[in-house]
């Protein structure tokens, strides 16, 4: 690899380089960005058409940019396979990048070279694309100084890779329906997803209870003990809820004002068996690809409220300014012990690997608490 990516720096290389680039592309350009500063050549997972991932997607190598004054050229360290992300490949997200396209949404890379007019960024800083933007699968990332936001350095890479998307719609589900208070109880389903995982851990800190409904599996018992560490207050799989009445569940829990829907389908009856009169359920996932099933007594004797949340559409919101300081915040409490969640490393070299895990190739039924979650990391080799 190493004599590889050595080749390429050579112009007979990156001729061939360009050769092979699906994307339009100045070879004049190219000859420029050597006298002048230039990104190197880019390892990226592209795709060029939408569908099944493991069928569109391939690895190419994209030639160098030049880099502007305020221009920050950045090594991607590492960047997560989100959900998201594979439904962007197969062209059924709402909001796509135009094809040809690199995938990815967030992650995080180190400082490499700068624009001579840069001032806030130094080579070696820790940066996260905020707001995040498309195309992070890839080794190098030419964008202007201020589409970076530089981190703290004392954090786990993985946990620096995945702040955005995930915990950040955690945190603000917990904060933008209802004025939760100490005392107050939520209820979700999904709860092993990272989502899941952090609602528990953000809700534990406001000094709020949670809920938290699973799939049924094999070893349900070892994961109900693993959700609980992180805080949980209550655990229960589907079918134990189609056994008992939830009041009888509840005990000493308080009937929680707001849920949470990850999955969809009949799992969504579930959240709203548990909420109270006039709570508010909403959702952010569908992972069963069902619709949400809601039964006619939620709206007439509940009164229950169906909201949605989407953390890309809050990105375009007039809150997004504070998303850096929630970054932080949430970083903070990663690097305070406060919030954890698992995610299994796997080499930028095995992305078919990562990506056939992403999609569940390699089992999700049953599924190992976390460490088959559908989020895995690439970890660049340069
Ligand atoms: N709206 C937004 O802005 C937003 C932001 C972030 C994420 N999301 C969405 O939130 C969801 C979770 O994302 P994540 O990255 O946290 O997930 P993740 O860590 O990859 O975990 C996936 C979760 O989905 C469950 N699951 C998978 N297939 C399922 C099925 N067929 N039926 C029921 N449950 C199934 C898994 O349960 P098991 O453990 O039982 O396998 C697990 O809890 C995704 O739909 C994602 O697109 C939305």
Redesign the pocket.
Known sequence: MASLRGALRSFGALRHCVSACPFPYKLSGTIRAFAVAASPPSKAVVYEQHGAPDQVVRVVYLPPVELKENDVCVRMLASPI???DI?RIEGVYPVRPPIPAVGGYEGVGQVHSLGSSVSTLSVGDWVIPSPPSFGTWQTYIVKEESAWHKIIKNVPLEYAATII??PL?ALRMLEDFVNLTSGDAIVQN???????QCIIQLAKIRGVCSINI??D?PGSDEVKEKIKKLGADFVCTESQLLLRNVKTILGGIPEPVLGFN??GGD?ASFVLKFLRQGGTMVT??????KPVSVSTSSFIFKDLALRG????KWMTSDKVGDCRAMIDYLLSLVQSGKLKYELEPVPFNDFSLALDKAL?KHG??P?QYLKK???YILHWEH
Do not use: E, H
């Open positions: 989100n959900p998201s439904n998307v995930n719609t999904g709860a092993t997803s990272i989502v899941g699973i799939r599996r990850c999955v799992a952010y996932g569908g992972m069963a690809k949340f989407w953390l890309q569940g999700s039924q599924k979650s559908l989020l």
